[in-house]
């Protein structure tokens, strides 16, 4: 299975790269988690004929600003949009006019399914549950080719991420801070917390994306991470947009 991360930033773009979204591709489906501007790429990657689904974590915008790129693919097998009960009212209320084109108007059919916190099969196992934020934000775990990959941004520290987390082939989340520093106010995850959630649920690999844009200036700034924490937690992958792992 493929991983390919083709926003990496959290909340605005920058050099450094687009706002958050990932690409996994399956043997019979293309997963897509959120919808921040680098979803714009997924077509460089996909041959848009199996069926895509998109899970959004939540709805700040830079998760979902690029829901209005949507009418520049041709998903064959559809589109299944899945988020938190409440999404399809939220959604519908952006991806309108005056603001960008419906959904009804896309040139391929798309489904939007509100999942209630647990397990699901979709046909694939999803489990989901709510991070801490200071809005309403899922994290998922997905198992699909005797894989699992679990997604958790944006959040604090908090139980739910390691339960999803658990065991998991690769554990993909936030790091929105640098090391040593805390916002308690505005919950977010510096390196060594998204270490200590991968080590307790003994993930196999665990994937950084959502740099905060003003704290992560540089893709250096990036790299040092990778450096200072790599010995602690072998497994670790600082990511870059367009950066591929296989799993
Ligand atoms: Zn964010
Ligand atoms: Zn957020």
């Given at each position: 299975m493929k991983v390919t991360f083709l926003g990496t930033n959290g909340w605005y773009d920058t050099l450094t790269g687009n706002t958050c979204s990932a690409l996994v591709q399956a043997a019979d489906y293309d997963f897509i988690l959120d919808a921040g501007n680098?979803?714009?790429?997924a077509d460089r990657y996909i041959t848009q004929d199996k069926p895509v689904y998109l899970f959004l974590s939540h709805l700040h915008l830079d998760h979902i600003?690029?829901?209005?790129?949507?009418?520049?693919?041709?998903f064959k097998e559809g589109l299944t949009i899945i988020g938190q009960p409440g999404i399809a009212a939220a959604l519908n209320g952006i991806v309108c006019e005056p603001y960008t084109i419906p959904f009804s108007d896309l040139p391929y059919d798309v489904t939007i399914t509100e999942l209630a916190e647990g397990r699901h099969t979709l046909p694939f196992a999803v489990e989901c549950l709510p991070l801490v934020h200071p809005v309403p934000c899922y994290g998922y775990r997905i198992e699909t080719d005797g894989k699992v990959i679990t997604y958790c941004t944006?959040?604090?520290?908090c139980e739910n991420a390691i339960t999803l987390a658990r065991e998991a082939d690769l554990l993909i989340t936030e790091?929105?801070?640098?090391?040593?520093e805390t916002s308690p106010d505005w919950p977010h995850l510096n390196p060594e917390d998204a270490i200590r959630i991968a080590q307790k649920a003994h993930a196999q690999r665990l994937a950084l994306m959502h740099f905060g844009a003003e704290v992560y200036r540089t893709l250096d700034d990036r790299r040092d991470v990778q450096e200072r924490f790599l010995q602690s937690y072998p497994g670790l992958v600082v990511t870059f947009d367009d950066m591929s792992l296989e799993i």
């Open positions: 680098g979803i714009a790429k600003a690029g829901l209005h790129t949507l009418v520049k693919f041709r944006d959040t604090g520290v790091c929105s801070l640098k090391p040593g």
